[in-house]
């Protein structure tokens, strides 16, 4: 309850801004607590005492100004202001008694949704040249538990696959597909089974052989002259290289299917009515013969301004040509109210650039928001980019196998007579769980240090520790499935049944943020929160051994929404839940 009092009042304060009421730029640690006293309410805070300096106004009228811009809340029965300012709250049990009870067993567990939009999200993405790698696990994770919490809350969802399928290394791919296939056999497709190797073999081809080089060179010129014969040697090559994404995907249990790639190539037919576009508003210049775009206010550390590259001398498009193409279809054909992009933050100037100049080319609706949801590094235990001990990249395959066996050992250690086949399956769950849940659990615009150690410990914020939290709650319903609930009643007296139930009826609240965020580590932070508050209740209140059967089947509802709340929680993480582990 001390959270919702917090929440309320923190969008109070945010009106009180928007009013001009309190300066925009204050920061205010907001202090709730507990009365001694309940003939004061259940929750006071000095908020408005807090605020009488920076706003210019006596405490006691800031505290009816905060009340008037309070959000009405069924939890809260009464507010009044006392002393010199205090607020006190009274909280109304039954309304949040009722609101639990109305919970259990909705499909939604209560989530009122807000207006339903249309969210495009871009995530993955990956360049098909090469094989997926440890920077793509953070794009395709996080943007998949924001798309499965966006859609849990009713939005229009359209997945984006961008991947990256253009471009002029393709030719290099493209000779070397060809070279090894007039050699007959089986050898390209064997190769192609290792794009990273493949990769290497084609560069190294392009860099001894000047036949080769040249190859490649007309190559990319056919391919994007429309030649058929090219045409298809590429979808070949894209095909492949997908099938590994998916199979990556399927291993990590995200929601991406062939139907949502639309890649960079899709874009082509447009570029050059950008270019066209771009020119006719007057904004194109010529930089050693490429036509680039100048904005005032992006400029280099020396002041010089930086241009966004739209078409090389050559004649070649740019990255930053397809984003332009790719906001216009976004705006235009997907009608989209918000573009979400997960993309590494050491992209966010492109980004940046890249919205304002379709912002200002009128490329795009003005109530369409595009949103860059950066994240961070994902670093080794010496701090720096993660790498194989040689040094190379590390596959995403190899990782998630490396998980799987750790998992493995750690789960026959601690069950040494349970049988093979549950080994190997809850070996799966925990180790995808703890590559996912860890980088889930953390800021995405942080760094952070990827460590098994960490991950696969059953203490702290950590997957196992909330998968087996959910086996316990879960496991009390065992014993109990004789017991009929049908007309149970809901009854909050302990201290720590009312924690309990308030924790349980933020979690729409806590959706409704990680959505509008883009942040996941704040619905993992809120599943952490909510099984410690299941153990503190289960400590102090015996549920199938209560005293009356009143509290026994109150405590039993109370336990299913938590089981079924951490259940739907980790289910919009991504991460699959175990009956026993
Ligand atoms: N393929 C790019 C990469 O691997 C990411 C693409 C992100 N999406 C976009 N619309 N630019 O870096």
Redesign the pocket.
């Given at each position: 309850m001390k959270e919702l009092i917090q929440s309320l009042l923190e969008q109070t304060l945010e009106s009180l801004k928007a009013q001009g009421i309190v300066p925009a730029d204050f920061e205010a640690r907001i202090q709730v607590d507990r009365t001694k006293d309940k003939s004061h309410g259940d929750l006071a805070t000095n908020l408005a005492m807090m605020l009488t300096k920076v706003a210019g106004k006596p405490p006691r009228e800031l505290a009816q100004l905060i009340i008037d811009n309070l959000p009405a809340s069924a939890q809260v029965a009464k507010v009044d202001i006392a002393g010199p300012g205090f607020i006190n709250f009274f909280i109304d049990e039954n309304a949040l008694a009722n609101q639990l009870k109305a919970a259990i067993g909705d499909a939604m567990l209560g989530v009122k949704a807000a207006a339903p939009q249309t969210v495009v999200v871009?995530y993955s993405?990956?360049?098909l040249a090469k094989e997926m790698h440890v920077?793509?696990l953070r794009?395709t994770i996080i943007g998949d538990s924001v798309v499965r919490a966006l859609e849990f809350l009713g939005n229009n969802v359209i997945r984006?696959n961008?991947?990256?399928d253009w471009g002029t290394q393709f030719g290099m791919l493209l000779a070397y597909m060809e070279e090894l296939r007039a050699q007959g056999g089986d050898k390209a497709n064997l190769e192609l089974s290792d794009l990273e190797s493949f990769y290497r073999a084609a560069k190294l081809r392009f860099d001894e052989s000047d036949a080769f080089a040249t190859r490649a060179r007309a190559l990319v010129v056919e391919l994007q002259s429309g030649d058929e014969y090219c045409n298809k040697l590429w979808r070949e090559f894209n095909d492949i290289s997908l099938s590994h994404c998916h199979d990556v995907y399927a291993r990590l249990g995200v929601s991406l299917t062939r139907k949502d790639v639309h890649g960079?190539s899709a874009y082509n037919a447009d570029l050059a009515q950008v270019v066209t576009d771009l020119d006719a508003k007057g904004l194109l210049a010529i930089s050693d013969g490429a036509k680039v775009v100048f904005q005032e206010e992006f400029r280099n550390k020396d002041g010089e301004p930086l241009p966004v590259i739209i078409q090389k001398a050559d004649g070649g498009f740019l990255?930053a040509t397809?984003?332009l193409a790719?906001m216009r279809y976004r705006s235009g054909t997907l009608n989209a109210d918000r573009v979400l992009?997960f993309?590494?933050l050491r992209?966010a100037l492109?980004?940046q650039q890249v919205f304002s100049l379709a912002r200002t080319a009128g490329f795009v609706r003005e109530n369409m928001t595009l949103e860059h949801m950066g994240f961070g590094t994902m670093n080794g235990e010496d701090g720096r980019p993660f790498k194989t001990r040689s040094g190379g990249v590390v596959k995403l395959v190899d990782l998630l196998d490396e998980a799987v066996e750790r998992a493995e050992q750690l789960v026959r250690s601690k069950n040494p007579d349970m049988d093979e086949a549950e080994v190997k399956e809850i070996a799966r769950v925990v180790g995808i769980a703890s590559v996912k849940y860890a980088d889930l659990s953390k800021n995405r615009s942080s760094d952070y240090i990827f460590s098994f150690e960490q991950m696969l410990s059953f203490e702290g914020n950590t997957a196992p520790y909330l998968l087996y939290a959910y086996t316990r709650v879960a496991g009390i319903f065992k014993k109990a499935d004789n017991i009929d609930l049908a007309n149970a009643e809901l009854v909050l007296e302990h201290d720590k049944e009312k924690e309990l139930g308030n924790k349980l009826a933020q979690f729409g609240e806590i959706l409704a943020r990680m959505v509008d965020k883009g942040q996941p580590h704040i619905l993992c932070g809120y599943l952490y929160e909510l099984a410690g508050a299941f153990s503190s209740f289960y400590e102090a209140c015996p549920v199938l051994s209560a005293d009356s059967d009143v509290a026994r089947n109150s405590r039993l509802l109370l336990s299913r929404l938590t089981a079924d709340t951490l259940k739907q929680g980790l289910s919009l993480l991504g991460i699959e839940t175990l009956e026993r582990m």
């Amino acid at each position: 309850m001390k959270e919702l009092i917090q929440s309320l009042l923190e969008q109070t304060l945010e009106s009180l801004k928007a009013q001009g009421i309190v300066p925009a730029d204050f920061e205010a640690r907001i202090q709730v607590d507990r009365t001694k006293d309940k003939s004061h309410g259940d929750l006071a805070t000095n908020l408005a005492m807090m605020l009488t300096k920076v706003a210019g106004k006596p405490p006691r009228e800031l505290a009816q100004l905060i009340i008037d811009n309070l959000p009405a809340s069924a939890q809260v029965a009464k507010v009044d202001i006392a002393g010199p300012g205090f607020i006190n709250f009274f909280i109304d049990e039954n309304a949040l008694a009722n609101q639990l009870k109305a919970a259990i067993g909705d499909a939604m567990l209560g989530v009122k949704a807000a207006a339903p939009q249309t969210v495009v999200v871009d995530y993955s993405s990956p360049n098909l040249a090469k094989e997926m790698h440890v920077g793509h696990l953070r794009s395709t994770i996080i943007g998949d538990s924001v798309v499965r919490a966006l859609e849990f809350l009713g939005n229009n969802v359209i997945r984006q696959n961008h991947v990256g399928d253009w471009g002029t290394q393709f030719g290099m791919l493209l000779a070397y597909m060809e070279e090894l296939r007039a050699q007959g056999g089986d050898k390209a497709n064997l190769e192609l089974s290792d794009l990273e190797s493949f990769y290497r073999a084609a560069k190294l081809r392009f860099d001894e052989s000047d036949a080769f080089a040249t190859r490649a060179r007309a190559l990319v010129v056919e391919l994007q002259s429309g030649d058929e014969y090219c045409n298809k040697l590429w979808r070949e090559f894209n095909d492949i290289s997908l099938s590994h994404c998916h199979d990556v995907y399927a291993r990590l249990g995200v929601s991406l299917t062939r139907k949502d790639v639309h890649g960079e190539s899709a874009y082509n037919a447009d570029l050059a009515q950008v270019v066209t576009d771009l020119d006719a508003k007057g904004l194109l210049a010529i930089s050693d013969g490429a036509k680039v775009v100048f904005q005032e206010e992006f400029r280099n550390k020396d002041g010089e301004p930086l241009p966004v590259i739209i078409q090389k001398a050559d004649g070649g498009f740019l990255y930053a040509t397809t984003d332009l193409a790719a906001m216009r279809y976004r705006s235009g054909t997907l009608n989209a109210d918000r573009v979400l992009y997960f993309v590494d933050l050491r992209q966010a100037l492109h980004f940046q650039q890249v919205f304002s100049l379709a912002r200002t080319a009128g490329f795009v609706r003005e109530n369409m928001t595009l949103e860059h949801m950066g994240f961070g590094t994902m670093n080794g235990e010496d701090g720096r980019p993660f790498k194989t001990r040689s040094g190379g990249v590390v596959k995403l395959v190899d990782l998630l196998d490396e998980a799987v066996e750790r998992a493995e050992q750690l789960v026959r250690s601690k069950n040494p007579d349970m049988d093979e086949a549950e080994v190997k399956e809850i070996a799966r769950v925990v180790g995808i769980a703890s590559v996912k849940y860890a980088d889930l659990s953390k800021n995405r615009s942080s760094d952070y240090i990827f460590s098994f150690e960490q991950m696969l410990s059953f203490e702290g914020n950590t997957a196992p520790y909330l998968l087996y939290a959910y086996t316990r709650v879960a496991g009390i319903f065992k014993k109990a499935d004789n017991i009929d609930l049908a007309n149970a009643e809901l009854v909050l007296e302990h201290d720590k049944e009312k924690e309990l139930g308030n924790k349980l009826a933020q979690f729409g609240e806590i959706l409704a943020r990680m959505v509008d965020k883009g942040q996941p580590h704040i619905l993992c932070g809120y599943l952490y929160e909510l099984a410690g508050a299941f153990s503190s209740f289960y400590e102090a209140c015996p549920v199938l051994s209560a005293d009356s059967d009143v509290a026994r089947n109150s405590r039993l509802l109370l336990s299913r929404l938590t089981a079924d709340t951490l259940k739907q929680g980790l289910s919009l993480l991504g991460i699959e839940t175990l009956e026993r582990m």
